[in-house]
C-alpha cells in the first residue's frame, strides 16, 4: 500500500534531525577532544563519519524516490530539492568536525600552548547555529533562520581574534610556537567554516519560506 | 509552445560548464594575483564572485522548473538532481578562489617571503580537477571521473609539502615570518579544498553512472 506523501515527509524530517544531532555531536566531541588532549575521542570522531555518510545517501535517496513516485507540486518539490541541498551542508559540517578531531590528533602529544577559551565558546555558538538552522528548515522558521544568519558576525569575529593572538602573541614571539599554533588557528577556521554553513541552511530556509534571496546579500535583511 | 526536454537539458549543460569555467577562471585570476602581487586582480576575483552566485540560483530554478513541468522518469530526476548538487560544489570552489584572492590582499604590502613553486603546481592540478570533473558529468563519463579521483592523493601531497616547510623552514626558524608564512598555508590549503569538491563532483559521477558510491571509499576504485 502506498503510504501518504505527509506521512513519508516526518520520516525525512527525522532523518535530518538525527543527522543535525550527529553532526553537533561530532563537534562538541572534537572540542572535548581538544579540551581533554584525549586521541581516543578525536579518533572516534574519524570513526563516527561513516554513519554520517551513509545518512546523507539514505536521505538524499528518499528525496529522490519521494519526488519520483509523488511528482510533488511546486512548494512540496522546492521543499525536497532544499532538504537536498541541507543534507550536503550537514555532512559537510560533520567532515568539518572530522579535520578538527584531525587537528587534535596532530596537537595531542605536544604541551598545550594556552588555555582554552575562544575555541570553546566558538564551538558553542557553531552547535547552536547548526541546532538552530536544522530547527528553522523542518519548522519552515524564518524567524529563527534570521537569528542563525545574525549570530555569524560574532563567529567570524572570534574566529579573527583566535587567529590575530595565535599569529602575534604565540608565533610572532616564538618560532618553536608554530606547530602547536598551526593546528589552533585551523580549528578555529573548522568552527567558523561550521558556522558559515548554518548560514547557508538559515538562508535557503528565508528563501523557501519568503522566497527572499538573502544568500551572499546580509546587508538587506 | 513547451520545448522540448533534451532541448532544455542542453542548455543546463552549457549553464553548468559556464559556472566551472568561471569557476577555473576565479583560480586562476586568484594565483596570478599571488605571483604578480596584484590587489586588483585579487580584488576583481572578490568582486567577479557575485556572477557565480547569481548563476548558482539560476541552475538551481531552472533544475527545479524542469522537474516540475516534465516529471522526469528516475534516470533524468536524478541527473537533475545531482547537477544541483554540482551546482553547489562549483559555487563552492568559486568561493574558495575569493578565499585565496582574501590572502593575496593581507600578503600584497609584506614582501614575499619564498619563491613560489608549489602553489601555482598545486593550482594547476585544482584548475584541471574541476574542468574534468564537469566534463565527466556533461559526458557522463566514469573514466574521466576516476581519473579525477586519482589525482586527488597528489593535491593532499602538495599541501602537506607546502604546509610542513612553512612551519619547520620558515615559521619554526624566524618567529617574524608567522604573519606571511599563514597567508600562503591557508592559500595551499584553499586549493586542496577545491581539489576536494572536484572529488566530490566526480564521486558523484561514477555514483550516477555506475550506481557505485565511491564516496568516502577511494581506496575500492
Not at 21 to 33: C, D, H, P, R
Not at 59 to 70: G, N, P
Not at 162 to 188: F, H, S, T
Not at 201 to 217: C, F, N, P, S, T
Amino acid at each position: 500500500m502506498e503510504r501518504h506523501f505527509d506521512e513519508e515527509l516526518k520520516e525525512l524530517h527525522k532523518e535530518l534531525l538525527k543527522m543535525a544531532a550527529l553532526a553537533q555531536e561530532a563537534i562538541f566531541k572534537s572540542v572535548e577532544a581538544l579540551k581533554t588532549r584525549d586521541s581516543v575521542i578525536a579518533t572516534q570522531v574519524i570513526d563516527d563519519d561513516v554513519r554520517l555518510d551513509d545518512l546523507e545517501l539514505a536521505i538524499d535517496e528518499r528525496c529522490i524516490d519521494l519526488i519520483a513516485r509523488h511528482q510533488p507540486m511546486a512548494g512540496d518539490l522546492r521543499f525536497l530539492a532544499m532538504a537536498m541541498k541541507i543534507n550536503a551542508e550537514l555532512e559537510r559540517i560533520a567532515d568539518l568536525a572530522v579535520d578538527i578531531a584531525q587537528r587534535v590528533n596532530e596537537l595531542v602529544d605536544k604541551p598545550l600552548l594556552k588555555p582554552l577559551i575562544d575555541i570553546p565558546a566558538l564551538s558553542s555558538i557553531a552547535q547552536g547555529m547548526v541546532g538552530d538552522a536544522i530547527d528553522a528548515f523542518i519548522g519552515k522558521d524564518p524567524a529563527l533562520a534570521k537569528k542563525v544568519i545574525s549570530s555569524d558576525p560574532e563567529a567570524d569575529r572570534l574566529r579573527n581574534l583566535i587567529q590575530k593572538e595565535l599569529i602575534n602573541d604565540y608565533m610572532g614571539k616564538d618560532a618553536q610556537a608554530a606547530p602547536r599554533a598551526v593546528p589552533l588557528l585551523l580549528i578555529a577556521r573548522h568552527l567558523e567554516r561550521i558556522c558559515d554553513h548554518a548560514t547557508n541552511i538559515a538562508e535557503d530556509v528565508v528563501y523557501l519560506v519568503e522566497a527572499k534571496v538573502v544568500k551572499h546579500h546580509h546587508e538587506h535583511l
